[in-house]
């Protein structure tokens, strides 16, 4: 079956039991070296936000008064939560005939543009507020505002609003006593409640709430009641500058269960548009048809076709905006000389809209603020950017002019406001000390502080003088442009100094590093601590930098993590000079010459080689197909690993290359396949479980005859551990028919059956724990026990895997698995590197920490983008939950990622432990080299340019600065998998230099043979 020499060749390397104390200093010490990193890469996580994403949101910038005496007096909002433009513009007369017959007839429309991210919150602040948040704080919480801003709510005389609890309480707490709200329970949000009544029952919800409310007012008006009001502030509802919000949340539940192209949504659209018109009806029959409300419709973000939102997809950024009523135009024709072309926005597909005879109109998202309160005839909320979009106004010249002259007005505001909390706080430090210094801040040369008195004034001159178009289109929209970048030149002022810092920062990191790892015998951290002699020539000029730093920083008034991100890079380039000079004075040198030991090519190849390799990296986060070329690499990388030129070399070990390369070109193939997400194959989720069976017995069998004194077949067989037979032939059999069970169910639309959901869990939960019960009680002191663990936990890992895979990816893992076991094989082969290791780290270990890095790499990006958070899709997590219910998806989906990660860390735990490489050197080595990658991503982010470059550059450096965290944190569960122990008390450890002892026992592998 198997033929004797190549099971000779795949032997492995056996240990043999010795001194531990070594082993025992590096979990010493590990602690304080995976603590550092922890904070160091917090620290960068944190930093990007303060370099490139700080808040827009600044306090005390004057309100400008609207004194226009507007044809509306009430506004009514509908927010379509999760509606594209797309699906909505596409409906036909009679599938939306209110809303469409305005928009032909009636009112003005077109597409607003939102940000990233796509999501409900910063959607309705952008809509409702002007203003868009910054992620930062998004992540602080999406129900309490981080900060309070104004909004157009808050500008009301008084709002009334119903929808949501995720939504409506945003707004109402920053109003106070100006707006009140009604929201159903966040209980019926959920889908289980939905399946009898649909999600559209949230939506009549709203409607059945504000008829009530009519109603009810109506009956008070009726009968003329005064005294307390109910609560409901009703004595308002006559006055101008009030507000009606209605949030219909269904279309987003619809979209997120159905998709935007099922029928069920369609429908959903049909809902609203009925249930706008019955609204309308009613504010028009209780105001008696007056003439005076304006009407606006629009949605906080898009949707996918796959149902979701997040990420800056054409579906998901582009919205509806149609709005009419009191104050608006009617539709002008497309070919008309008033009608802009929209070309400062985004294309947009309108091929099948049937709208192309009307003029359409685009807008920032932002834009529909200021929009809103012009036409209610309240003021600007103060924090808004947005531009007033005069194709919605149907308003004369006069007014048209002093409403453009109050937008820009009200943004020079808060960039006179923002230029002065700058410049101010460096002048006005304390008590005029430093008022003989220069002044450190340095004005926007485009927009000089004295040219923002004069612009206004002439623009006021203009206007009385009757020249409204001229001061409209040449001097207002100048004066809006201005002082929108004066507004960003002060938001980003910092950014210069926060972004050097950092570099610095990551430089020193990167370098403290490598000189740690290069150090000879003593370990990084006792070096570590401020210790030691300290030397007047070398750490006063440290102390003097720190203090010049800390200085300039407290008379900039500076936040307090500015002082982190300035000193940082201080401290660690002192600690690297620290450990140089340290050590040349101990008369112990860094081990340069392992840089350069007999190899073929020379430490400058090997720098530039790497150079090479951290850039692939990086260039895979935009094009993965590059992964398949650094594969087809890694598959020829095994030629040049015969370190001491051993002419028997590739004869001897002609498997374990084969294997290795074949297993990198299947894996290779991976990231050209399309990205997962969109499609459901249950044939490739079985094929995938076929393939494990195969790979678990053959591999099984292998290493039974790989194991020392393994005698006959049925013998070694026999002695297996019984756990991988109970995976193999239990486990991932029962795995793979529950599968075919429920998505057999799926296929008949019966959804998730109980006993197949309760299967999935129990099979998940008792596969992930099976790898902590290991057997110790035999054969313990050899790495045939390391293997075997390894294939364990790459089995256990396969079964929740597979029911949470909809695609190839079940395949994906099963290369992966053959890939890090034949990875670990080749690695364990050359046992003369354990005679001849006198020295810490070698430029194996660096190749070895550069392949686990890929690895890492290829199985985040090997079946799918998740760069982008909207390639995730709710069908993977179908056989695990039945409701909808964010958390726990997120976090099977977070789980699902990580499966992958977990097999790459074990197996480079399992060469760590396999070869005693001290894994704390080698886990500095790995650091280094995504600190390098994570240095051009800091450089890459963008706050500029095309939004879904904006999010997609900051999710790069989050993704990667967030993998080297989880990568700890996995280093440290795979150590608890494979422990120590496995292979007995204990074994010598490279560290220990001088005293390393040849671990091999070549007399027990003479016995085998
Ligand atoms: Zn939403
Ligand atoms: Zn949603």
């Not at 492995?12 to 922890?38: A, D, T």
């Not at 190749?847 to 993977?876: E, H, K, M, Q």
């Amino acid at each position: 079956m198997v033929c004797s020499k190549c099971l000779e060749q795949l032997k492995l390397p056996e240990l043999v039991n010795s001194s531990n104390s070594e082993i025992n200093s590096f979990s010493r010490h590990k602690m304080k070296i995976i603590f550092l990193s922890f904070a160091v890469h917090v620290v960068f996580l944190v930093s990007v936000f303060d370099i490139y994403f700080t808040t827009p949101v600044i306090h005390g910038i004057p309100e400008q008064i609207n004194s226009l005496s507007t044809p509306a007096k009430r506004l009514v909002l509908f927010v379509a939560d999760g509606m594209r433009a797309d699906t909505f513009f596409r409906l036909s007369k009679t599938e939306a005939p209110f809303l469409r017959n305005i928009i032909e007839k009636r009112g003005t429309w077109g597409v607003s543009h939102t940000r990233v991210p796509t999501e409900s919150r910063p959607g309705h602040v952008a809509v409702i507020a002007g203003l868009y948040e910054d992620p930062s704080a998004i992540m602080k919480g999406w129900k309490e505002n981080p900060v309070e801003f104004d909004s157009v709510f808050n500008r009301s005389t008084y709002t009334w609003a119903w929808g949501s609890p995720d939504i409506l309480p945003m707004f109402s707490k920053a109003c106070g006593n100006r707006m009140w709200i009604e929201t159903y329970s966040p209980e019926d949000q959920d889908f289980s409640g939905g399946k009898e009544r649909g999600p559209s029952w949230l939506d009549e919800w709203v409607y059945d709430r504000f008829k009530s409310f009519i109603e009810y007012v109506g009956r008070k008006i009726n009968k003329n009641e005064e005294g307390p009001d109910g609560g409901h502030q009703w004595g308002y509802i006559q006055d101008s500058g009030i507000v009606f919000f209605l949030h219909l949340l269904a279309s987003d539940t619809a979209g997120h269960i159905f998709k935007p192209h099922s029928r069920e949504y369609q429908e959903n659209v049909n809902m609203i548009d009925s249930g706008i018109r019955y609204v309308v009806n009613l504010v028009e029959s209780f105001y008696d048809n007056d003439g005076r409300t304006a009407y606006v419709f629009t949605s906080d973000h898009g949707m996918t076709d796959w149902g979701s939102h997040g990420a800056g997809d054409d579906s998901e950024t582009q919205t509806p905006l149609v709005i009419w009523g009191a104050g608006v135009p009617q539709p002008i024709a497309a070919d008309s000389h008033r009608c802009d072309k929209n070309k400062n926005f985004p294309n947009v597909n309108d091929e099948q809209w049937n709208l192309s005879h009307l003029c359409r109109n685009d807008v920032w998202q932002a834009d529909i603020a200021p929009l809103m309160s012009t036409l209610v005839g309240t003021s600007i909320p103060v924090n808004s950017v947005g531009y007033l979009r005069r194709a919605y106004l149907n308003f004369s010249q006069k007014e048209l002019a002093e409403a453009s002259f109050m937008n820009a007005r009200q943004i020079l505001a808060q960039h006179t406001r923002r230029r002065f909390l700058i410049e101010q706080r460096q002048r006005s430090w304390s008590g005029g000390i430093f008022d003989y210094l220069p002044s450190f801040y340095r004005a926007s040369k485009s927009f000089p502080p004295e040219e923002e008195e004069s612009r206004v004034e002439t623009i006021r001159y203009l206007i009385d003088k009757g020249h409204y178009e001229k001061a409209v289109i040449a001097e207002c929209d100048e004066l809006f442009e201005l002082a929108l970048h004066g507004l960003e030149y002060h938001h980003r002022y910092h950014r210069p100094l926060l972004l050097a810092s950092l570099s610095f920062a990551f430089l020193g990191w990167i370098s403290l590093l490598i000189v740690a790892v290069l150090h000879p015998d003593t370990s990084y951290s006792e070096n570590h601590q401020f210790q030691g002699k300290f030397l007047l020539s070398r750490d006063s000029i440290f102390v003097l930098l720190a203090a010049v730093a800390w200085l300039y920083l407290f008379i900039l008034h500076a936040p307090l993590q500015y002082y982190i991100y300035c000193l940082l890079p201080v401290a660690l380039w002192w600690q690297v000079v620290k450990l140089l000079t340290d050590q040349r004075k101990t008369n112990t040198r860094i081990s340069w010459k392992l840089l350069s030991m007999k190899q073929l090519l020379s430490p400058t190849l090997y720098v530039a080689a790497y150079a090479v390799g951290i850039e692939i990296l990086v260039i895979s986060f935009f094009h993965r197909w590059i992964l398949s070329l650094g594969m087809l690499g890694l598959a020829c990388s095994s030629f040049i690993t015969n370190k001491h030129n051993d002419p028997n070399y590739y004869s001897r070990n002609a498997m374990k290359i084969l294997l290795w390369s074949t297993s990198c070109f299947i894996l290779g193939i991976f990231p050209l396949t399309p990205v997962i997400g969109k499609d459901v194959n249950s044939m490739l989720v079985m094929t995938a479980g076929w393939l494990f069976i195969l790979l678990g017995i053959l591999s099984t069998v292998l290493l039974a005859r790989m194991r020392p004194r393994s005698g006959n077949l049925i013998d070694s067989l026999k002695r297996l551990p019984h756990r991988i037979w109970f995976q193999l032939l239990v486990l991932i059999p029962l795995a793979m028919w529950n599968i075919s069970k429920a998505d057999q169910s799926f296929v008949d639309k019966e959804g998730l059956p109980l006993f197949c959901q309760t299967l999935t869990w129990i099979l998940s939960g008792s596969s992930l724990g099976l790898p902590l019960l290991m057997e110790h009680h035999w054969h313990k002191s050899n790495s045939y026990m390391v293997m075997n663990q390894l294939m364990s936990i790459c089995l256990s890992v396969a079964v929740p895997f597979l029911l949470l895979s909809v695609n190839h990816e079940g395949i994906f893992l099963f290369a992966l698995a053959l890939n890090v076991h034949s990875w670990v094989l080749l690695e364990t082969t050359d046992q003369q590197e354990f005679e001849s290791k006198k020295s810490n780290v070698t430029m194996d270990d660096f190749r070895r920490a550069y392949i686990f890095i890929f690895l890492i790499i290829t199985s985040f990006f090997g079946t799918g983008n998740v760069a982008s958070i909207n390639s995730f899709d709710p069908a993977w997590v179908r056989r695990f939950l039945s409701i909808f219910s964010p958390h726990a998806m997120g976090a099977l989906i977070l789980a699902k990622t990580c499966f992958p990660f977990l097999i790459v860390s074990c197996a480079f735990r399992a060469i760590n432990l396999i070869l005693k490489v001290p894994p704390k050197q080698l886990f500095l080595v790995v650091l280094a080299f995504s600190d390098a990658a994570g240095l051009h991503f800091l450089h890459l982010v963008k706050d500029k340019g095309s939004w879904l470059d904006i999010g997609s550059s900051l999710s790069h450096f989050v993704i990667l600065e967030t993998m080297v965290l989880f990568l700890l944190i996995l280093y440290g569960l795979s150590c608890i998998l494979i422990p120590h122990k496995i292979l007995s008390i204990s074994s010598t450890s490279r560290l220990s230099s001088s005293s390393v002892k040849v671990t091999v026992n070549y007399s027990d592998r003479r016995k085998e043979r």
